[in-house]
């Protein structure tokens, strides 16, 4: 099958297992490149670049957490972050350090196609989407779609691909309470999990970064038990 899905970096320290994932992921149409060590998918990224990254949490020398977090000081490239079952801590933290997504191991490699499809094509979307929007302003704030970039005032926001999509989603609504479930699925591209924290631990990201610059001032505003709420200035 032609590799026409996206260009994919698997870095996993497991060879037998990068292999299998590599294998399946290959067959679904992606062009698949692995790395077995942090600091080795650090320069495949900055030599090569990829459309998305399945980088996993635990790894010896240089952790799945360092790599992300070094890797977010020069790329914005989509992140999904292979954790270790029931570890809600790492979990919490990869979103944090502004991993997409995450799959907790052990996953099905069905599974894994399914989340790389759906971050690729949320991202693909709002690429098409941008091509007829004009830039959306609310307040200080400016969301440009078609660049994916946002800033507040004259300083630009430095976003993860799911902080902007949520953010983008906020500001299409602004003045208006979207539901978690909402945001799940129009910036994350599906429907809320039982115990997801997805939407919570993005947007808290998105807060701090805006504080940042726009002081103690409140702009996302929690709707307790419904969602958020961008505020008109």
């Known amino acids: 099958m ?38 080795s998918g650090l320069a495949q990224l900055r030599d ?9 949490v635990m790894m010896p020398r240089v952790s799945g957490m360092e790599v992300l977090r070094r890797l977010r000081a020069f790329s914005g490239v989509p992140v999904l972050m292979l954790t270790a079952r029931g570890d809600d801590v790492d979990c919490v933290l990869s979103l944090e350090l502004g991993a ?7 996953c099905t490699p ?34 440009w779609p078609q660049r994916r970039q946002a800033a507040y005032g004259s300083t630009p926001l430095a976003l993860t691909s799911s902080e902007y999509n949520l953010l983008e989603v906020l500001a299409r609504h602004a003045g208006s309470v ?11 591209g599906r429907s809320m999990g039982l115990f997801d924290r997805n939407v919570d631990v993005h ?3 998105i807060r701090q970064k805006l504080a940042q610059v726009a002081g103690e001032r409140t702009l996302i505003q929690t709707v307790r038990g419904v969602g958020y709420q961008l505020i008109r200035e």
């Open 100 to 106: 997409d997504d995450y799959v907790q191991k052990p």
């Open 178 to 188: 979207v539901t978690k479930n909402d945001l799940s699925q129009l910036a994350l």
């Open 203 to 205: 947007v808290s990201a």
């Open 48 to 56: 090569a670049g990829a459309d998305i990254v399945v980088l996993d």
């Open 110 to 143: 069905r599974e894994l196609v399914a989340r790389l499809r759906a971050i690729l094509r949320r991202t693909s979307a709002a690429r098409i989407q941008a091509l007829t929007d004009d830039a959306i302003t609310v307040g200080a704030l400016a969301v």
């Open 2 to 39: 032609a590799a026409e899905a996206g260009r994919v970096l698997l870095v996993d320290d497991d060879r037998e297992l990068s292999a299998m994932l590599g294998e399946y992921i290959g067959h679904e149409g992606f062009a698949v490149e692995r790395a077995f060590d942090g600091e």
